[in-house]
């Protein structure tokens, strides 16, 4: 059962992230990522969805899912994306997938509306912002210094330029995929914890 629609909640952190996915999904347009940019462009949308209050939360009865059964559907995915081509449909389709289900189980808000954040919790989202505001930093820095001189991608490499020898190779992937999805469990795990 859905919660009573709630009322609009703008913060700074939601204009500040809604601003920094807009700024990825330009750059990701820009050059030529247009799937990219409508994923980022998406979530975009669904924070300013949820900050209006647009979006309803699922119910504090609903159920977290089994780790047993979280983990039985990890290795059925990590075995498929393990044997499909990396930038293929199939892998695509994995991806989209697995992104979906974790917003969907990590948009739930137990208890109703959020009371407010402990500093563990103030902290340690302070801490993913950092990390990934100063990922998309160099990302951003590197595309630019990688269009503007000589020498391109090679001499300016993107995190993902970095990663892509050790990820073409099996054992590579294997553990790149198996991290992923480890880190994507575990906190999965404590956002049901809230």
């Given at each position: 059962m859905a919660e009573p629609r709630r009322r609009p909640v703008i913060t700074f952190g939601m204009v500040a992230w809604v601003f920094v996915l807009v700024a990825i999904a330009v750059v990701q347009f820009a050059r030529?990522?247009?799937?990219?940019?409508?994923?980022?462009?998406l979530v975009a949308a669904a924070l300013i969805a949820d900050g209006i209050?647009?979006?309803?939360r699922q119910s504090s009865r609903t159920r977290a899912v089994p780790l047993a059964l979280l983990l039985v559907i990890a290795?059925?995915?990590?075995?498929?994306?393990?044997?499909?081509?990396?930038?293929g449909v199939v892998a695509t389709v994995v991806f989209v997938a697995i992104g979906v289900a974790v917003v969907l189980a990590g948009w739930r808000q137990p208890g109703g509306e959020q009371k407010?954040?402990?500093?563990t919790r103030v902290r340690a989202a302070t801490a993913?912002?950092?990390?990934?505001?100063?990922?998309?930093?160099?990302?951003?820095?590197?595309?630019?210094?990688?269009?503007?001189?000589?020498?391109?991608?090679?001499?300016?490499?993107?995190?993902?330029?970095?990663l892509d020898p050790l990820i073409d190779t099996v054992p590579g992937k294997a553990v790149f995929i198996v991290l992923w999805l480890l880190l994507g469990l575990f906190l999965l795990r404590r956002t049901g914890r809230r």
């Open positions: 030529g990522a247009y799937i990219d940019g409508i994923v980022f462009g209050g647009m979006l309803q290795a059925l995915c990590a075995v498929i994306l393990l044997l499909a081509p990396r930038h407010g954040w402990t500093p993913w912002s950092i990390a990934g505001v100063i990922g998309c930093l160099w990302e951003l820095t590197m595309y630019i210094l990688g269009s503007l001189h000589v020498g391109g991608r090679e001499s300016f490499p993107a995190l993902s330029d970095l």
